[in-house]
DNA sequence: ATAATGACATGACGTACGTCATAGAAGGAT
DNA sequence: ATCCTTCTATGACGTACGTCATGTCATTAT
């Protein structure tokens, strides 16, 4: 795990005295698709990392509705929100397919923070790249279906490459819209040729026809 | 103005030697209604303070649609993001009436982050509170313009007390709406007594109807 | 093999809400 | 007063998209 860490961010710049530390406090555990990690509002004991699989931070709305705010890929680290400002949870994190996570306590991610200021500026940038995400989808309200749709699948192939391994349904829940649009709007996007669709995937063919939704 | 940020948030810890220092870099700029502070994509400079006013944080959208993500009353500090990742800054931010605003070089506030370990606590909670916040927002696109709207008004009662002082074209912009249904909207609301409506403000007389928009 | 489940797909229908047009009030400037 | 600008307000109209209903494939389970 130690190995694992040493090559993500922010951990890449931990010494190797603190990485054996880390590794020793932190813990594995196996989530099937469809568990729940945590949930909001739940007071957050441990930092996570993806190690395997794929995990959705998402929101459930008062109408039953799912929102997914981002789409965790392995590698990637999530919530050291709660553990800067000791706050609950601000969101559910989901198994989207069997995972494995690396959970650290937030009292070792928090030690780390104070004696290691490269640690420290590292975990920042992180955490700002994930408002400054955040803050580009808040005001996706007044786009269209096909541009969210548009910037989403961009997003996403900035992390899967061309073939994004998601069903119709998690674009939805990504888009805030339904499934039967989605559905509608990449069947029109396959006709023209810009993506190709398949169970449980979507291939992006001319991404510049995608980012040509987005500028006008 | 060392006075001024003794009371806010993160300034409050400030040894007085420290705050005498920051007083002398940062500056106090006027701003007339209507004037850009800064724009989204500028290197960032400065981390502000309203002292007096009111400024918008907005985006511009494609189609000239302006969205507010977050408005900033007196004493509240804004764009510490840039100062904490040295990236360009998220978001245009506008005076939305006429308004002062104390700027605080980032390398100032960079150097107080180093050297007050109290003081990056409280600016990492500041900044805290704001992802939440702005993570709340991103997902409003499922709701109703009704329900962003009493959100949007909630949230702004706890800045301004009952009585708004946004035009209404400003509360669409923060609902992520067109100004004729935000009025069309209000105007329901005040024939049951919701809300009184006048140029320029928008006093809410039964908060607990507003919620109740907002849990079933 | 058969059933059961989940993903994908398509049609019909209604409505929330964006757009356009127009106009009345309330202030501000001259 | 008069003009001008800004804010508020309301009607008419079209459409994007949510909802419901139904059906077809793939997969997995029995």
């Known amino acids: 795990m130690g190995q694992f860490l ?7 710049r931990l010494s190797q005295a603190e990485r054996l530390r ?24 441990a930092v996570c990392v993806v190690r395997e699989g794929r995990v959705h931070l998402m929101k459930f709305l008062e109408g039953g509705q799912a929102s997914t705010t981002c789409v965790m890929t392995p ?3 999530f919530c050291c929100l709660p553990a800067l400002d ?16 690396i959970c650290i306590p937030t009292s070792a991610f928090h030690e780390l923070l104070r004696k290691n200021p490269a640690f420290l500026q590292d975990s920042l940038c992180l955490f700002c790249d994930r408002l400054r995400q955040v803050e580009d989808k808040s005001c996706m309200t007044y786009d269209s279906v096909e541009r ?26 990504l888009a805030n819209t339904t499934q039967e649009t989605t559905i ?4 029109q996007l396959s006709k023209q040729g810009v993506i190709r669709s398949a169970r449980g995937k979507t ?14």
Do not use: C
């Open 6 to 12: 040493s090559r993500m961010e922010p951990f890449r």
């Open 22 to 45: 880390l590794a020793a406090v932190a813990r594995e555990k196996r989530y099937d698709k469809g568990d729940t990690i945590f949930r909001a509002g739940q007071p957050a004991d």
């Open 75 to 77: 590698g990637e680290t």
């Open 86 to 101: 000791g706050k609950p949870y601000p969101v559910d994190a989901v198994a989207a397919v069997d995972s494995t996570v």
């Open 148 to 173: 969210r749709l548009a910037k989403s699948l961009l997003m996403l192939s900035k992390k899967f490459g061309p073939t994004i391994p998601l069903t119709k349904q998690e674009l939805a829940e």
């Open 184 to 187: 509608r709007i990449l069947s």
């Open 203 to 216: 291939t992006i063919l001319r991404p510049e026809k995608l980012s040509a939704f987005l500028d006008p």
